[in-house]
Nanobody
Framework: QVQLVESGGGLVQAGGSLRLSCAAS????????MGWFRQAPGKERAFVAT????????SYADSVLGRFTISRDNAENTVYLQMSSLKPEDTAVYYC????????????????WGQGTQVTVSS
């Protein structure tokens, strides 16, 4: 079992920045690829970014490429999502998720999920 707890969400003006954190506890954090996903009202949960177990490989949705950065600290059992140049369309509940070994962009392939943190970007 892995427990995930997100933090760092909030209200920010367009063009601003936020950093989300996801703290993991339970089994060995470095065994898991990590992903960030988001869900806006009335929409399906969507891929945002992934990072492999070592932190050496990342991937991003086209909509956030160049604005968001995913990173992880295996010593601290934490994954981060640095969000810059935020837009109103980034408004959503953001979730972190863990998947054994390999990364994926599909939310249904992740085994563990946090409770989510709300990000609201005002225009």
């Amino acid at each position: 079992q892995v427990q995930l707890v997100e933090s760092g969400g909030g209200l920010v003006q367009a063009g601003g920045s936020l950093r989300l954190s996801c703290a993991a506890s339970g089994r060995t954090f470095s065994m898991y690829a990590m992903g960030w996903f988001r869900q806006a009202p009335g929409k399906e949960r969507a891929f945002v970014a992934t990072i492999d177990r070592s932190g050496g490989s990342t991937s991003y949705a086209d909509s956030v490429l160049g604005r968001f950065t995913i990173s992880r600290d295996n010593a601290e059992n934490t994954v981060y999502l640095q969000m810059s140049s935020l837009k109103p369309e980034d408004t959503a509940v953001y979730y972190c998720a863990a998947r054994s070994f390999r990364v994926s962009r599909r939310p249904d392939e992740y085994e563990y999920w946090g409770q989510g943190t709300q990000v609201t970007v005002s225009s």
